[in-house]
């Protein structure tokens, strides 16, 4: 009987045509580490309840896990799971009407400026009760899930009030109790300046202020979030308020990351370094020095180019010369109810790929291993090997390389997380 009950937990996932394992080091890959994901042919793998505990032959592991469930794979692909280290998937009415302003030339400041952009979601949001924003967002990251991503990080940030913010944060956390993705809880209070605060400098102060003195003590407090995040750019915040916002939120016991240098180059990568932020993300407009300082330092760099693409801009962050400055890069979908509504992952790899220049194997270690690290996940989830999480993405493709090739196609038949199914699709897994 206690063979039974033992390996009722354990699972062979069998008949893949790869395994890519993005085995190796338990850390953020860098330069040439980011060229080897790992792929392996004729072998599959073996969990037992939440872990990965094999990768090896199929004879061998019947023997080492008998009577263990078999998972035929159908010749597909699996992948770990994919790891979306950036997103605001928490949100109420989408802005589809800002898709044809931007299509008749006005610029992502002009929205906003016309009471737009982030603002038009942040009056939405208030409207909006915890439980309607819970069943939006958990249909939205099922979404997610059923292109292969089992990990999402998931910021606040268009409450901008005490109380917004705070049920934004719980409406994360009952997500993260109801699906079985593993979520990360974000606060991002520094989303923008609210305009109730913008009247004149003081009041801005009274926001930050706000937000270092109430905010981050009760986010602290309640336990509701990892990370605590800054927009700072050109127009929202300096700098400098940055600065006192994430050290007011590392002090509080947060780790931090930082939206850095997206549209213009404003100083945010260096001081991401600086701060030794987790991750630095956007960073279409990083400067020379901002490249400098990130590569001294263990900030990983997460590149969003699916908003770019949304916002009809052509400029991508600078991916070669980040990975050739040593920098480790992961790749994440932002999305979010105006600049990318995508929940496609694998599209933003064929966005790596073709707009960022990453090779395959580069654009899959950005979205696992490096995305797990952009986390600070990354000696859990990220890799197929023994010891780490069983978060699997299952593909039907038989070579990595088509995964960005059949760009805005979703080729993915299942999802699991902690060896708990997200997602199967119509093809199905038995
Ligand atoms: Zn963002």
């Not at 300082?293 to 770019?308: C, F």
């Amino acid at each position: 009987m206690a063979t039974t009950a033992h390996s009722a937990q354990q699972t062979l996932f069998t008949n893949a045509s790869q395994v890519v394992t993005c085995a190796g080091a338990a850390r953020a890959r860098r330069g040439p580490e980011m060229s080897d994901a790992g792929v392996r042919t004729d072998v599959c793998v073996a969990i037992d309840a939440d872990r990965i505990t094999a990768v090896g032959a199929l004879r061998d592991l019947r023997v080492q896990f008998p009577g263990a469930r078999e998972i035929d794979c159908r010749g597909g692909v699996i992948t770990p799971g994919l790891v979306d280290s950036h997103t605001h998937g928490v949100f109420g009415r989408p802005r589809y009407d800002e898709q044809e302003m931007r299509a008749a030339g006005l610029d992502y400041m002009e929205i906003a400026r016309r009471g737009g952009g982030i603002h038009s979601s942040v009056r939405d949001l208030r409207t909006q009760s915890e439980d309607t924003l819970f069943e939006l967002a958990r249909l939205r990251l099922l979404r997610l899930a059923s292109f292969g991503t089992t990990t999402v990080e998931v910021k606040s940030g268009y409450g901008l009030t005490l109380a917004d913010e705070l049920k934004t944060l719980r409406v994360i956390a009952r997500l993260a109790e109801a699906l079985p993705l593993r979520i990360v809880p974000t606060f991002l209070g520094a989303h923008e300046i609210p305009l109730e605060h913008r009247g004149t400098a003081a009041s801005r102060q009274g926001y930050v202020d706000l937000i270092v003195h109430e905010m981050i003590p009760a986010v602290a407090a309640g336990k509701l979030a990892r990370f605590a995040d800054v927009f700072c750019e050109t127009g929202v915040y300096t700098v400098d308020e940055s600065r006192a916002i994430l050290s007011a939120a590392r002090a509080a016991g947060l780790l931090i990351k930082l939206h850095a240098d997206e549209l213009t180059s404003s100083g945010g990568a260096e001081l991401a370094a600086s701060l030794g932020a987790t991750s630095a993300d956007h960073l279409a407009a990083i400067s020379d020095t901002g490249i400098a300082a990130l590569a001294q330092s263990a900030t990983v760099a997460t590149l969003l180019p699916g908003t770019m693409l949304f916002l009809g801009k052509t400029k991508h962050a600078p991916a070669r010369r980040l990975i050739d400055a040593g920098i480790p890069v992961a790749l994440a979908t932002d999305f979010n109810p105006g600049t990318s509504p995508t929940p496609n992952l694998p599209l933003v790899l064929t966005l790596g790929v073709s707009q960022l220049h990453l090779s395959v194997a580069e654009a899959v270690i950005a979205a696992t291993v490096n995305g797990a690290a952009a986390l600070a996940l990354a000696d859990r989830i990220g890799q197929i090997a023994p010891g780490f999480a069983a978060d699997l993405a299952v593909f039907d493709v038989r070579d990595v390389r088509e995964l960005p090739y059949w760009y805005g196609d979703n080729r993915c038949i299942a999802t699991f997380a902690r060896g708990k199914a997200c997602y199967t699709s119509d093809l199905g897994l038995t």
